[in-house]
């Protein structure tokens, strides 16, 4: 029943199966934790097994590199998935509770029950990690789930279909492929729950949709978000680290470094450290970075023609390309480029640029380099590269961003230890392990009385009541 629908039949097929799921759910609900881990355990060997599929499927949509596929998706994936399988008892286990004097006589605790029937919605730039981490906490939560990837990303949207076909029955979990459509179809339907990844400007639509039906939300957006580079950072392995946070996916990760504020008195050594750095990972050989099997394509030519405007846009109005500037479109290929003299007024400093396209900007006290941070909305990731602790701690104080990495970039998603995620334009809730568990949970408070009862509170009122 996974499979792909034609429009016509559409809000009533989708309808069937979310119905079919709702009437399973309260016996998800029911899963021990043996049984979820079981189902988890599905999703763990198949993953292992396809891992070439995967790999392959994913240079088929945009020529991402194998090794890039293993250390943003597969390595992540496993991690999140052996982390929920250890934990998974305690989490579901409910939690003690304080119980104040007053209430004397009675216990509390915490616990954590599934939130029922929810769609996940994925993007396309780790199209298969972020269609299935949520899934392993949706189904560690106990929900039944629909999971919509994204259509830009076709071949991994069908092996995603192709998987969860060969591991779920559809009243468990739902695969629908498609543009949309097929996605505002899906957000007429009164889930209890949306788990969103993608842009800021859809999740708005969700939340807007979710607040039809009071469904809870996950939203895991983008933005542009910063990296300082102030003048004790050690150049040369900051340099590596953001042109590699940069590069990575070509540029197209929600957590990539989009546009660096250098203290003025390293700019130049930086520069240099960070040209030799694209040089090392991409023309080793000094072959042009075209040739490199390392380095991925954006992902279609709309994406590719956006950056491109973006990239005009600034040149028109003074900005200056210092590395890189060359492109070929039908390949939907651009180098590693990097912008000086940019300004607010231009649009390269207003989008996400999700995309090779650095701009650099340079600052002389940390004050304007808050500045700059704070006219825009709240970041995902903000990157301090630093080794001066009260640098560190005054830009900490005064800026606000989903997550901050301080010394390298990217490996936040690595720890599943950590809350993921935005703040407000940037995302709302949090993700990773325990994280998510819970954004897939309602958290139930429960209280019991064991003796006593408290009579004295009832009318009529007495002195005793009053003086409380
Ligand atoms: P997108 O918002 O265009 O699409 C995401 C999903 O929404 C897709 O499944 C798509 O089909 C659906 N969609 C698109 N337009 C829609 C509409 N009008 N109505 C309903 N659904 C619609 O995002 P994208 O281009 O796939 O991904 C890039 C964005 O995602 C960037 O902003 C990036 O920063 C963000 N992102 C965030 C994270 C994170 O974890 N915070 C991770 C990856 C990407």
């Known amino acids: 029943m996974n499979t792909l629908l034609s429009e016509t039949d559409l809000s009533n097929e989708l309808k069937a199966v979310f119905d079919a799921q709702r009437q399973y759910a309260p016996q998800m609900a029911l899963t021990t934790v043996d049984q979820r881990i079981e189902r988890i355990r599905r999703i763990q060997t198949w993953v292992k097994d396809h891992e070439a599929d995967i790999q392959r499927v994913m240079y088929e949509d945009f020529r991402k590199p194998a090794a890039e596929v293993l250390i943003g998706e597969l390595l992540a994936l496993q991690a999140e998935i052996k982390h929920t399988i250890r934990h998974l008892a305690h989490w ?4 003690r509770l304080p119980t104040p004097l007053s209430l004397v006589g009675t216990k509390s605790s915490l616990h954590h029950e599934p939130k029922g029937s929810v769609l996940i919605m994925a993007p396309w730039n780790y199209p298969f990690v972020l269609s299935i981490r949520p899934l392993i906490s949706a189904i560690a939560a106990g929900n039944v789930v629909m999971l919509k990837p994204s259509e830009l990303t076709p071949h991994t949207a069908g092996l995603i279909r192709q998987m969860i076909t060969d591991l779920f029955p559809v009243k468990e979990v739902a695969v629908f492929e498609g543009n949309e459509t097929i996605a505002q179809a899906l957000l007429e339907l009164p ?3 949306i788990f969103f990844t993608g842009s800021p400007a859809v999740g708005r639509i969700v939340m807007t949709a979710a607040a039809k039906h009071l469904a ?16 004790s950072a050690t150049i ?3 340099a590596g680290q953001l042109a590699w946070g940069k590069c990575l996916n070509n540029g197209q990760t929600c957590i990539a470094p989009d546009y660096l504020l250098v203290h003025e008195s390293i700019k130049e050594p930086f520069m240099q450290a960070f040209r030799e750095a694209l ?19 954006i992902v279609n030519s709309k994406h590719f023609q956006r950056l491109r405007g973006l990239l005009d846009d600034a040149v028109e109005k003074g900005a200056t390309v210092t590395v890189g500037g060359k492109m070929n479109a039908d390949q939907h290929f651009m180098e590693p480029t990097v912008l000086e003299n940019v300004r607010d007024d231009m649009r390269i400093m207003q989008d996400e640029i999700f995309g090779p396209i650095l701009p650099v900007l340079s600052y002389a006290t940390l004050d304007q380099a808050i500045q700059i941070i704070n006219q825009r909305e709240k970041p995902l990731a903000l990157y301090i590269h630093s080794h001066n602790r009260k640098n560190t701690q005054y830009i900490l104080d005064r800026t606000s961003a989903g997550d901050t990495v301080i010394n390298d970039t990217l490996l936040q998603f690595g720890n599943v230890e950590l809350p993921f995620g935005g703040v407000n334009n940037s995302g709302l809730g949090k993700s990773n392990g325990f994280f998510s568990f819970q954004e897939f949970s309602n958290q139930r408070g429960v209280m019991q009385r064991d003796f006593g009862t408290m009579k004295f509170l009832y009318p009529p009122y007495t002195d005793r009541v009053k003086k409380l």
Request: avoid cysteine; charge should be negative.
């Open 279 to 297: 040089t090392s990972m991409y023309s080793p050989d000094g072959k042009p970075v075209e040739q490199s099997d390392s380095y991925a394509r």
């Open 92 to 95: 579901m286990k409910p939690q």
């Open 216 to 231: 809870s939300v996950t939203l895991e957006l983008g933005g542009k978000s910063p990296a300082i580079v102030d003048e």
């Open 191 to 193: 889930f209890n729950h």
């Open 236 to 238: 040369k392995q900051a």
